[in-house]
């Protein structure tokens, strides 16, 4: 979640990236914190009057911004483009956990039923070894019981709460009246689902649960159509180590990487071993989840100046033309969705996959993508 999850030299370059760009913009509002006023009114029309140090630092900022910009441009030029990826617009998060209880095969099922091109799902692994789909090891929230998923056999885990509230739609709750409520095994959902792509969340970063997600991909032939990570920037580490076939999603710490080397126009020559771009939108979702009355006036100011220089359509652009995917998360009103098309994403991850199908009929024709796919499926 922070700087102290990147390599040391990830840190100093982006930390010296920073401070150049930052002491060079203040400088150039406030030249006289360093040069006299005398020297301020010499004349200087050309770069013969200059001294030969002067010279050479401008040159060098100027190869360097022409540089940056060509490859943001053509970024093909240094780098080879990811393995293409198929286009999976619709991402059901937690299986759609605003229409169904979340990560049970119910939800799995009514989601694949509504049209959803891929399913998002988080694992644990349980006391015994055995790969559960479940977002939380402490099951209070989701099964009202005081117990952790990795201290418990699987045989001993209990039932979900059939009323759950949803994570990123404050005051919203589903509710269900049937039995499926069951914490399923990863093993299920993929025998259940063979060929369906999936979005697998490791909620922590333990050998023995990397080792066996990445052997039942593998043993269910997933591997081109799996994507795996974590938010936790050393477990993303280990997963492409072990496998870097599958591939990757960004981790938090990764994400704000990418944008402060993009301030600083360091993103272009920089190498990325990620296949997919997972982002929020911050201010967006301090407001769905209900803490906007907690976040300081100054970061709320902030959030809004990161959102409106359009920084995420900036990454968007320069990603997607290095092969990579771009996914927003977790959008689930019909104007958040308007914001996600004009930043030009890859797919939406929502908790109503029913509404977001609906939404992508309802726009088929303002968007040339979703003709392209629509066309294709008939």
Same mark, same amino acid.
């Given at each position: ?120 799902? =988080?694992?644990?692994?349980? @006391?015994?070894? /055995?790969? +559960? ?8 929230? $989701?099964? *009202? ?61 333990? =050998?023995?649960?990397?080792? @066996?997600?990445? /052997?039942? +991909? ?8 799996? $994507?795996? *990570? ?149």
């Amino acid at each position: 979640t922070s700087l102290y999850q990147m390599d040391w030299w990830e840190v100093l370059v982006i930390v010296t990236a920073l401070i150049y760009f930052c002491s060079s913009l203040i400088l150039f509002l406030f030249p006289k914190l360093v040069h006299s006023k005398e020297y301020s009114t010499l004349p200087c029309t050309s770069l013969y009057q200059m001294d030969w140090w002067e010279v050479l630092v401008i040159v060098t900022a100027l190869i360097y911004f022409c540089s940056s910009l060509i490859l943001f441009l053509f970024p093909k030029l240094v780098h080879s483009k990811k393995r293409s990826l198929p286009s999976w617009r619709h991402i059901s998060h937690r299986g759609g956990s605003g229409e169904e209880l979340e990560n049970t095969m119910a939800a799995f099922r009514h989601a694949v039923d509504s049209g959803t091109d891929m399913l998002e799902l =988080d694992v644990h692994l349980t @006391k015994d070894g /055995e790969i +559960v789909v479940c977002h939380d090891d402490d099951l209070e929230r $989701v099964a *009202g019981i005081d117990v952790s998923i990795t201290s418990t056999n699987y045989d001993n885990l209990p039932r979900l709460k059939k009323s759950q509230e949803l994570t990123f739609h404050q005051g919203h709750t589903t509710t269900v009246e049937h039995n499926d409520n069951v914490i399923p095994r990863l093993r299920e959902v993929f025998e259940q689902f063979p060929d369906f792509p999936m979005n697998i969340d490791l909620k922590n970063g333990s =050998d023995e649960l990397i080792e @066996k997600v990445n /052997e039942m +991909v593998c043993e269910f032939e997933r591997e081109s159509f799996t $994507v795996w *990570g974590s938010v936790h920037n050393s477990v993303c580490k280990k997963m492409y180590a072990m496998n870097p076939r599958i591939p990757l999603f960004f981790s938090l710490a990764r994400v704000v990487m990418v944008y402060l080397i993009l301030i600083t126009g360091l993103l272009p020559f920089w190498p990325l071993r990620e296949s997919c771009f997972e982002f929020c939108l911050p201010s967006l979702m301090i407001e769905r989840i209900g803490v906007r009355s907690r976040v300081p006036l100054i970061a709320r100011c902030l959030l809004l100046c990161f959102d409106t220089f359009l920084l995420h359509r900036l990454v968007c652009f320069h990603l997607q033309r290095r092969g990579l995917k771009v996914y927003v998360f977790v959008l689930n009103e019909e104007e958040d969705y308007d914001y996600a098309m004009r930043l030009g994403v890859d797919g939406i991850m929502t908790d109503y996959p029913t509404a977001l199908k609906q939404y992508y009929g309802a726009n088929r024709d303002s968007d040339p993508a979703l003709r392209l796919l629509s066309n294709g499926q008939n």
